[in-house]
């Protein structure tokens, strides 16, 4: 029933630009915590963005470049990627934490971003 179904992914050119969308169904989005998490080849699965309530959160390589973003009438959250850099190549996932059950979260299928000339 829950799903998160990214998109917006593809090859790009280093200084170049992707928006990537996550659609959500199946719990209460408005007032869940959403995530855009990526994982390169060889790395573990790290952070990028984070969105709850009013404020968002970044990891260090991303900030000024990323930008999370979500709308609600769509259950849909967005990350806005510019200035994009070789390193940024990987498979970015979606994630949820469940509102109103502690410690449940939910993943997307992932979505692949490769930046390269």
């Known amino acids: 029933q829950v799903r998160l179904v990214e998109s917006g992914g593809g090859l790009v050119q280093p200084g170049g630009s992707l928006r990537l969308s996550c659609a959500a169904s199946g719990f209460i989005f408005s007032i869940a915590t959403m995530s855009w998490y990526r994982q390169a080849p060889g790395k573990a699965r790290e952070l990028v963005a984070t969105i709850t309530g009013g404020s968002t959160n970044y990891t260090d390589s991303v900030k000024g470049r990323f930008t999370i973003s979500k709308d609600n009438a769509k259950s849909t959250v967005y990350l806005q990627m510019n200035s994009l850099k070789p390193e940024d190549t990987a498979v970015y996932y979606c994630?949820?934490?469940?509102?109103?059950?502690?410690?449940?979260?939910?993943w997307g299928q992932g979505t692949q971003v490769t930046v390269s000339s």
């Open positions: 994630n949820a934490k469940a509102p109103l059950r502690r410690g449940v979260e939910y």
